[in-house]
């Protein structure tokens, strides 16, 4: 069965400074992985996705991802945060024959001035 | 939110009644879905829908029927309403055809006393 675990609830990073929001997957054959971020009170808004090809992702808002297979894990990065970063961050799996994404339980992302 | 709409956005309810919620969405997408968000679960997939009357369940599906008549219109209904129900609802569409991407609406906020 497919899963997603992301390990950290919380994130707390200072402005300016390199985030990580990490996550590691399971899943037979490929995987196609996604992250979304969700404000408050709003719906998940899709970050960046990796199909297949280079293994590092460019994404909105300066994010990205880098794929590495051998330790399954899709940790979602940027160079210097932001306050405006913060916010609640999923990772995603799908696996290549079955339609449905497998949603991680989600990491809030506090970026302190 | 992609172009979707999902009403009401916030209802109070209370045990044994019937609630419907309404995701509408104006692009014809093919692909529908209905979540539900919760601390500690992330996102949850309740059914889908491929196409105008072919449905299927999700992970959650319990306690919860859907329709699709209209393309454009994906509806949830729990038919007797729980506290365990109470939760916020998105739905979300894909495109398909490989591009396998989800997009969220606002959500719903569902109290059941």
């Known amino acids: 069965a497919q899963s997603v675990a992301q390990p950290e609830d919380q994130v707390n990073v200072a402005e300016g400074n390199p985030l990580t929001v990490k996550c590691t997957y399971s899943?037979?054959?490929?995987?196609?992985l996604f992250w979304y971020v969700q404000y408050p009170n709003r719906g998940l808004q899709f970050l960046l996705k990796y199909i297949t090809g280079d293994n590092l992702v460019k994404g909105s808002y300066g994010f990205e991802a880098e794929f590495n297979k051998s330790q399954t894990s899709f940790h979602l990065k940027k160079p210097s945060a932001l306050v405006s970063d913060s916010a609640l961050y999923f990772c995603?799996?799908?696996?290549?024959?079955?339609?449905?994404?497998?949603f991680g339980t989600g990491t809030r992302l506090q970026v302190f001035p | 939110d992609a172009g979707i709409t999902q009403s009401p956005r916030h209802k109070v309810t209370e045990t044994g009644t019937p609630v419907t919620l309404r995701c509408h969405q104006t692009?014809?997408?093919?692909?529908m879905y209905w979540y539900r968000q919760d601390p500690g679960h992330g996102l949850r997939l309740i059914h889908y829908s491929y196409g105008v009357k072919d449905t299927d369940k999700g992970e959650v599906s319990d306690g919860y029927s859907v329709s699709r008549s209209k393309t454009e219109d994906f509806l949830l209904t729990l038919e007797s309403a729980t506290s365990s129900q109470t939760s916020v609802y998105f739905c979300?569409?894909?495109?398909?055809?490989?591009?396998?991407?989800?997009?969220f609406g606002p959500g719903t906020r569902l109290t059941v006393l």
């Open positions: 899943v037979s054959g490929n995987p196609y």
């Open positions: 995603a799996v799908r696996a290549v024959n079955t339609d449905k994404l497998i």
């Open positions: 979300a569409i894909s495109v398909g055809g490989g591009d396998d991407t989800q997009y």
């Open positions: 692009e014809n997408h093919r692909y």
